[in-house]
C-alpha cells in the first residue's frame, strides 16, 4: 500500500528535478568556469571564481552581513512571534480563527507593497519620526533606509506572518493541562514558561527559527529596498552581477555559496541541538 | 445608357477598386505582424501606447512590450545567446560598447527612417538612431536649503555640507543613470575614465545614504522629506516639481567650460528580429514631433526632434529646470564609454561605497 502511494511521487519529483534541480545544475556548473564578462565562459574547469569569493574581503563582508542579519531577524522574529502565537492558541473564543486568517490574508500582501508600508512610516515626515521628535527623544529625523537595521527590520516584517503560524501549530500541542498542573503546585506565571511551555516548545524554535533563517538568507526585495544600495546582502549581490555586470559564472558561484552555507548552517545547529539534548538526557 | 455614360461608370468603378486596394494595402501593412518592444514601464510605455500603439493597430499590427530597464533587457538577450524575446530596444549609451562585443543588432536601414531628417546628423548611424537625452542635474528643495543657511549648490562637492548628511540621494551604479553620474563625479574631482579614485573619495565625502535604482525613488523622498537633494536627471526633477515639491536643479560645474552631464538613448534593432519592416517603422514614429513633445513632457527626457524641443520651450517648469540653449547643451558632459573599464568603475563603487 506504501510502494502505491510512492509512486504518485515519481512524477513531481521528476518535474521538480528537471525544472529546479536541472536549472540549478546548470547554473552552479558555470560557476566552475572562468568569468569572461557579458555571460561568456573559460573552457577549462576551475575554481577561480570561488578563490575570488573567499580572498577578497568584500565578498566576505557581505557575506558575513548576510548572515548577521538573517540571524538577528530569525531571533527577533521568535521573540515577537511567540507571544502573539501562544496568545492566539490560548484564545477559546473564535477570534483566534480570524486573527490567524488575518495573519495568512496577509501574506498575500506582496513584499513591495509591505516594504513600501514600511518606508513611509519610517520616513522623515513619518508617524515614528514626527512622533519621537515630537516628544524629544531624536532631534533629526532617523531613516532606516541604507542600514543594516533596516535590512533586519524589512526581514522581520517579511517573516512574522510565517512565524506566527508556525509557532502557533507548535504551541497547540502542549496541552494547557500541563500548565494548570505547574501552577497547582505552586510555580508562579513566569516559571511555568520558563520550565513547562518553552522547554516543550524548543524543538520548535529550533525548526521555526531556522526556517526563518534560510527564508531571510534567500530574501531578495527588502534587503534590496531597505539595503538602498548601500548595504548589500548575498541575493542583492547576485542579482547586481546578473544584470549590470552579465557575469553568470561570479554570480553563479555567490549563489553557491550562498547554498552550501545555508545547507551547512542548517545541518551544524540541527546536530548541535542533537548533542545538546543528549547531553541533558545523560545529565538527568 | 449612352457609350458615354458606360464609360464615365466603368472608369468610376475601376478607379474606386484601385483606391480600395491600395488603401486595404496600406491599411493591412503590417497584417499579423506583432512588433516587441523592450523599453521602461510606467510613463515611458505609456506614452507609447497612447501616441505609437494606435498608428500600428490602424496598419493591422500588435505592439506588445517588454517591459524593464536597458541593463535587464540586455542580460535577457545575452542569457538567450542573442535570440532576444523583442524587436526593438532602448539601449543607453553606457551599453553601445557592451553590443559592439557581442554583436547582437542588425544594422538600420536609414532610408525606412525618413524623421531622420528632424534629429541631428550625428544622432544616427547604421547601427542606432537616437532617441532622447537627459540632462543629468543636482535637484534640490529650495526651501530646506534656506532652512539650513545653504546657498544654491553649484556642484557635486557642494552636496557634502554637514548639513546635508543623510540627507542626499545618489544613483546607485546599478541604475540607469549609475555610471554616467558617476563619471560627472569622477570628472568633477579631477579624475579621468581610467584614475577613478578622486570620484571615489568626493562620494564618500558626501556620504549620501541613499543610492537610488529608479528615479522615481528621488520625487517620493522629497516628498517625505527623506532627502533634500538629489543628482537625478532633471526630468525627475521637474516631476517632482509638478507634484508639488519646492524644488530647483542646478547644472553641476564639472570641468572649466563644461556644465552638466547629458546620458543619451538609443533605439537599435535586434538581429533576430523578425519584424524589420516594423522595426523601422517604429523608430521612425518615435521621432515624429508629436511623440518626442509627448515624451519630454511626460517622462522627462529631452527630445532629439528640432520642433518638440521648440514646443518644449513653452512649458514652464521644464524651461525652469532644464538647459535649453542648444550651445550650452552642446557643452555637456558626454562619458566615453569606450575608455571606461566598467568592471574596475563597478568595483572601485562597491568596494568604496557599500556594505559598509
Known amino acids: 500500500m506504501e510502494n502505491r502511494w510512492i509512486a504518485y511521487l515519481i512524477p513531481p519529483l521528476i518535474v521538480t528535478l528537471l525544472l529546479v534541480a536541472g536549472s540549478q545544475f546548470v547554473f552552479i556548473q558555470n560557476s566552475f568556469y572562468q568569468d569572461l564578462g557579458l555571460g561568456r565562459t573559460g573552457t577549462d574547469l576551475t575554481l577561480v571564481n570561488y578563490l575570488n569569493f573567499f580572498t577578497d574581503s568584500f565578498y566576505l563582508k557581505t557575506f558575513w552581513i548576510t548572515i548577521k542579519v538573517s540571524a538577528l531577524a530569525s531571533l527577533f522574529t521568535l521573540f515577537l512571534g511567540f507571544p502573539i502565537a501562544y496568545v492566539i492558541a490560548r484564545m477559546k473564543s473564535r477570534l483566534a480563527m480570524l486573527l490567524l486568517a488575518g495573519i495568512v490574508v496577509s501574506t498575500f500582501v506582496t513584499i513591495v507593497i509591505k516594504v513600501f508600508g514600511l518606508i513611509i512610516i519610517f520616513s522623515a515626515d513619518g508617524v515614528l519620526n514626527t512622533t519621537l521628535m515630537d516628544l524629544g527623544l531624536i532631534d533629526r529625523a532617523y531613516s532606516i533606509i541604507g542600514?543594516?537595521?533596516?535590512?533586519?527590520?524589512?526581514?522581520?516584517?517579511?517573516?512574522?506572518?510565517?512565524?506566527?503560524?508556525?509557532?502557533y501549530s507548535v504551541v497547540v500541542t502542549v496541552p494547557p493541562s500541563l500548565e494548570y498542573a505547574a501552577q497547582i503546585h505552586g510555580a508562579s506565571r513566569w516559571r511555568v514558561y520558563q520550565r513547562v511551555i518553552i522547554p516543550l516548545c524548543t524543538p520548535g524554535f529550533v525548526v521555526g527559527g531556522l526556517m526563518i533563517f534560510n527564508m531571510c538568507m534567500g530574501a531578495f526585495t527588502s534587503a534590496a529596498l531597505l539595503g538602498g544600495g548601500r548595504v548589500l546582502t548575498l541575493p542583492v549581490l547576485v542579482q547586481r552581477t546578473v544584470m549590470m555586470e552579465v557575469k553568470y559564472s561570479t554570480a553563479a558561484s555567490i549563489a553557491f555559496v550562498l547554498l552550501v552555507s545555508v545547507i551547512l548552517i542548517n545541518l551544524i545547529s540541527l546536530i548541535a541541538i542533537r548533542r545538546l539534548r543528549s547531553a541533558r538526557l545523560v545529565i538527568a | 445608357m449612352n457609350k458615354i455614360t458606360k464609360t464615365f461608370t466603368s472608369a468610376a468603378v475601376a478607379v474606386g477598386l484601385v483606391a480600395a486596394v491600395a488603401t486595404s494595402a496600406s491599411a493591412g501593412e503590417f497584417d499579423g505582424v506583432t512588433l516587441k518592444v523592450a523599453?521602461?514601464?510606467?510613463?515611458?510605455?505609456?506614452?507609447?501606447?497612447?501616441?505609437?500603439?494606435?498608428?500600428?493597430?490602424?496598419?493591422?499590427?500588435?505592439?506588445?512590450?517588454?517591459?524593464?530597464?536597458?541593463?535587464?533587457?540586455?542580460?535577457?538577450?545575452?542569457?538567450?545567446?542573442?535570440?532576444?524575446p523583442f524587436d526593438v530596444m532602448e539601449v543607453l549609451d553606457a551599453q553601445v560598447g557592451d553590443f559592439a562585443q557581442v554583436d547582437y543588432l542588425q544594422p538600420i536601414n536609414l532610408d525606412l527612417i525618413p524623421n531622420k531628417t528632424n534629429i541631428q546628423p550625428f544622432q544616427y548611424n547604421n547601427t542606432y538612431v537616437g532617441s532622447w537625452f537627459t540632462q543629468e542635474v543636482i535637484c534640490y528643495n529650495t526651501e530646506k536649503f534656506s532652512?539650513?543657511?545653504?546657498?544654491?549648490?553649484?556642484?557635486?562637492?557642494?552636496?557634502?555640507?554637514?548639513?546635508?548628511?543623510?540627507?542626499?540621494?545618489?544613483?546607485?551604479?546599478?541604475?540607469?543613470?549609475?555610471?554616467?553620474?558617476?563619471?560627472?563625479?569622477?570628472?568633477a574631482a579631477g579624475g579621468d575614465e581610467q584614475n577613478i579614485q578622486p570620484g571615489l573619495d568626493l562620494m564618500k565625502e558626501i556620504n549620501a545614504t541613499k543610492f537610488w535604482k529608479r528615479g522615481g525613488e528621488t520625487k517620493t523622498q522629497f516628498e517625505t522629506g527623506d532627502i533634500y537633494a538629489a543628482v537625478v536627471h532633471a526630468g525627475w526633477c521637474a516631476r517632482a516639481a509638478r507634484a508639488g515639491s519646492p524644488v530647483m536643479s542646478v547644472h553641476p560645474e564639472i570641468k572649466p567650460g563644461v556644465k552638466g552631464l547629458a546620458k543619451e538613448g538609443w533605439l537599435g534593432i535586434m538581429k533576430s528580429s523578425e519584424n524589420v519592416a516594423a522595426a523601422h517603422w517604429f523608430i521612425n514614429e518615435y521621432l515624429t514631433t508629436d511623440f518626442q513633445y509627448e515624451y519630454a513632457i511626460n517622462s522627462g527626457v529631452f527630445p532629439l526632434?528640432?520642433?518638440?524641443?521648440?514646443?518644449?520651450?513653452?512649458?514652464?517648469?521644464?524651461?525652469?529646470?532644464?538647459?535649453?540653449?542648444?550651445?550650452?547643451i552642446s557643452k555637456m558632459l558626454r562619458i566615453d564609454y569606450n575608455k571606461v573599464d566598467k568592471t574596475a568603475w563597478i568595483d572601485g563603487w562597491n568596494k568604496t561605497l557599500t556594505t559598509n
Open chain 1, 147 to 167: 542600514t543594516q537595521e533596516g535590512i533586519v527590520v524589512g526581514l522581520m516584517h517579511f517573516t512574522i506572518g510565517f512565524s506566527v503560524l508556525l509557532l
Open chain 2, 39 to 84: 523599453t521602461w514601464g510606467g510613463s515611458w510605455k505609456a506614452n507609447m501606447e497612447k501616441i505609437i500603439v494606435p498608428k500600428f493597430e490602424a496598419l493591422g499590427g500588435k505592439i506588445e512590450f517588454v517591459t524593464g530597464s536597458p541593463a535587464s533587457s540586455f542580460a535577457k538577450l545575452v542569457a538567450g545567446r542573442g535570440r532576444a
Open chain 2, 147 to 187: 532652512e539650513l543657511g545653504l546657498s544654491a549648490p553649484k556642484t557635486y562637492a557642494d552636496l557634502a555640507a554637514p548639513a546635508l548628511q543623510d540627507k542626499v540621494s545618489l544613483p546607485d551604479i546599478n541604475s540607469g543613470a549609475g555610471l554616467a553620474n558617476f563619471g560627472g563625479v569622477i570628472f
Open chain 2, 305 to 328: 526632434n528640432s520642433e518638440a524641443i521648440e514646443k518644449m520651450k513653452s512649458d514652464e517648469i521644464n524651461a525652469r529646470l532644464m538647459e535649453m540653449d542648444a550651445g550650452n
